[in-house]
Structure formats: C-alpha cells, structure tokens
C-alpha cells in the first residue's frame, strides 16, 4: 500500500493514540484472546501498540506490524516509556512477510481499511500463512447497520461530496488540541467502500498552527461473505459472534483456524 494511502499518519497518527484508551472493551477481548491461545502472537495493524504494550506488560509473547511508521514510532515511544522493548514490524498485513509464525494473530479494527477488497483477501491469505499448524486468526469488522447515516448513502450519493461537519476536539500532549472535522466524499458500490476525509487541526494557545487533511476507505462486508473467504484461503472452523466492542454497537468478531496441529 503506497504511503499516500496510509490513514494514520501526522495528526491523525497522534489523534488515534490519545482518542483511544489502553483498557477500552476491545483492547481487554484480544487481550484475553491471546492469554488464552498460550502462544507467540502477533497484533497486525497494532496502531499506537495499546495490545502490545499491555500484553507485553502481562509477559505474554507478542509482537506488532502496522503499515504506518508514524504511529509504530507511537508504539515503541509509549512501549519504551513503560520499560518494554517491542518487536514491531512497518508492513501492511496484504503484503506481511516474517521469519516468524504466530499461535495466534489478531486484527484489532484492521481490517477493511484503505486499500481494496483484493487487499483484504490477500491479508487473509497472508495471516494464513503465518501462522502454525492449528493456529487460529481473530478479528472484527463494524456491521453496516451500524452506520445508518453512511449506510444510505449508497442508496442516494447525489450530495456527496458532504459539507464538512465539525466532528470534535481532543487534548494531546503539552496542552495542545487536535480539533477535527469530517465529511463522506464518495461511495463505491463495486467495493461496497465509502471515503471519508478527516480535515485536523493542531490548537496551541488558541491558534491553528498545523493543519491536515487524511482520507479513509472503509468497506462495508457481509459476515457469510467473510466466511466465505476464510474459507478460499484455507481456514476452517470459521465462524463469527456479535460482540459490543465498544459504544455498545455488537461487531462481527470472527474466528477461524488454520488446519492442523
């Protein structure tokens, strides 16, 4: 994935790590998730290291890859400032390639992202691949309904592009703010994807002294599709729950196993 299409990067990198606490309701599931499995395991698209950084602290065997270096830089930062060395590596999970395989991998909000669907299936593949012989992947994916706002605009896109919405102001460090607005820009039904765009402003005394522009791709999926595909690629005992990761709204959580072991 080029560069351009990285979301989280600059503000938005910064946004995404005070935004987010370490202890929310989907940080403690996958931490539970990787307890349990008892083996090496692997964050992929690991963000600020929020599950790193506390799997790490409970002596668990993890390591993370995110595809933007800004806030992989953010994980080892907060990771070494709590006394912990990470294993992180800067790649996207469509194009993962380690030396190492995993009991467990986790995705944690990764999937579906910028890029494409092909992206996404060759994630898939690619976790696949790195894992053991009866290891098993784990992930979540926000249903469509849950967005009912963006989830009509696949039906009637003729005013898109939105105006933009003020969306939010959020403290970062040295008493800065991170001040956000955002807007829908475009749908695409081959994709079943919407774009947003995320326009940041950096506040210091009152004044906007750096602002950003950053632009997402999400894609909308059918939990039976997402089966589907884990099993093209070779995963059984693939199955899905609901599951209130946050804001109350349950998420398709899935679980699926590679053969063996």
Not at 20 to 32: G, M, T
Not at 215 to 225: D, F, K, S, T
């Amino acid at each position: 994935m080029p560069e351009d299409d990285v979301f989280h990067l600059g503000l938005m990198a910064e946004l995404n790590t005070a935004y987010n606490a370490d202890d929310a309701p989907e940080i403690e599931f996958y931490l539970d998730v990787i307890t349990r499995a008892n083996g090496p395991a692997l964050d992929a698209g690991c963000g600020p290291g929020r599950l790193v950084r506390r799997a790490l602290q409970a002596g668990l065997d993890v390591e993370g890859s995110d595809v933007s270096a800004d806030i992989l830089a953010i994980a080892r930062r907060r990771c070494r400032e709590a006394g912990l060395e990470p294993t992180l590596h800067h790649q996207s999970t469509a194009r993962l390639k380690l030396d190492r395989r995993f009991r467990t991998i986790v995705m944690c909000g990764a999937l579906g992202l910028n890029g494409t669907r092909a992206d996404d299936i060759a994630a898939l593949e690619r976790v696949h691949a790195h894992l053991v012989p009866g290891g098993e992947v784990v992930f979540d994916l926000e249903p469509g309904w849950a967005m009912p706002g963006i989830w009509s605009l696949f039906a009637d896109w003729s005013h898109l592009p939105e105006p933009w919405t003020t969306s939010g102001a959020t403290p970062v460090a040295d008493g800065d703010v991170i001040e956000t607005d955002a807007r829908t820009v475009a749908v695409d039904h081959s994709e079943m994807a919407f774009t947003r765009e995320v326009r940041c402003r950096l506040v210091r005394g009152g004044q906007t002294v750096r602002t950003e522009v950053h632009r997402l791709v999400a894609r909308v999926y059918n939990p039976h599709e997402v089966l589907g595909i884990l099993r093209e690629v070779g995963f059984v005992a693939a199955e899905f729950e609901e599951r209130p990761l946050w804001g109350g709204t349950p998420f398709h959580v899935f679980r699926a196993r590679r053969p063996g072991g």
